[in-house]
């Protein structure tokens, strides 16, 4: 596989700096601070209700922080003007595709509502997108017929269509069996070697983190309490993150 890399738009840095979010009384996020280098795949991990999804709505500019600041490239998240400034694509956890609309007009759809380029060119883009990630066949299928590792390429594609500098990732091995996570997390890797795009990942599963991930950050109750590589976590005596990355199952016996 090989996707053409947007010479034209450089990678960029996500930063975060003092991110606090609550809702009504429940505090969700509490002064989150991180920074993603350009061209890095940066995993967000932690357990379910430890913020993660606020966090990444915050990145994509759909919620306002209660106070701190979210930058892409310099730029506000939270001011719609970034969106023009800076290409930013997100890969739904559930893909997030048009269920009336071919493949092919799946991916084709944001470049034809923003006139970004012509017939042609969409065409062009979007055909090279289908054969880097093996989904040429399905151009004229219709999503709900395709299987769950399908349908998350074709998600990826719709993003890399957009030729982002920034590509988000919500849960993208959710609902996969293991050796099609595997795939997709070998996707991953070789769309950020591809294209150069910085990927912001959050995920659950570990064997993807550890697998694709230049830096892990382990967020729990709204704080995050680790940022480190992959060989760091493996080694590290943090209890935390020890007993989330390798939590200890108890068996109950059977009854005699």
Partial sequence: MTISRNRSAEAVDVRVEDLHKSFGSQKVLKGVSLEVKPGEIFVLMG??????????????????????TVTIGGHNAADPATRDAISTAMVFQAGALFNSMTVFDNLALFLREHRLCSPSEIRQRVEAAMEALGIKDAAKKLPATLSGGMRKRVAVARAIVM??????YDEPTSELDPVTGATVAELISQVRHDTGATSFVVTHDRDLALGIADRIALLAHGELIFVGTPDEVRNTTDETLRSFMNPQVKAVPARS
């Fill in 47 to 68: 357990s379910s209700g430890s913020g993660k999804s606020v966090l990444l709505k915050h990145i994509v500019g759909l919620e306002q922080a209660d106070r701190g």
């Fill in 163 to 168: 030729q982002p500098q920034v590509i988000l």
